[in-house]
């Protein structure tokens, strides 16, 4: 069911509540509330209300995303080049 299970099994939501287990309800629960407020960021209210001035406020987001992305597979290329995989660098967090 997990695809990583030991680091599944370190987390702190690796407890469970009954016979569910928390990390998927938490997942389910962030994935409402992000779909809520994208209804209401770019919904009809928005251009009710303020004209839709949000639209520039928009693509600005967007391109901070784009610009990230864009930046990791670069980051993500030099590094494979110099034989540094980056899918093993943060494949579990350090023990405090």
């Known amino acids: 069911m997990w695809r990583r299970k030991d680091m599944y099994q370190?987390?702190?939501l690796s407890r469970s509540r009954g016979s569910r287990a928390l990390m998927p309800l938490m997942g389910l629960l962030s994935l409402g509330t992000i779909i809520m407020m994208l209804y209401y960021y770019l919904g009809p209210l928005n251009v009710q209300?303020?004209?839709?001035y949000a639209s520039w406020v928009t693509e600005a987001t967007v391109?901070?995303?784009v610009v990230g992305i864009a930046r990791?597979?670069?980051?993500?290329s030099?590094?494979?080049?110099?034989?540094v995989p980056l899918e093993l660098v943060f494949g579990q967090l350090p023990p405090e």
């Not at 990791?72 to 993500?76: R, S």
């Not at 030099?78 to 034989?83: D, E, F, L, N, P």
């Open 10 to 12: 370190t987390s702190s």
């Open 72 to 76: 990791y597979y670069v980051a993500k």
């Open 78 to 83: 030099i590094q494979a080049k110099r034989g």
């Open 63 to 65: 391109a901070i995303f």
């Open 49 to 52: 209300i303020i004209g839709g």
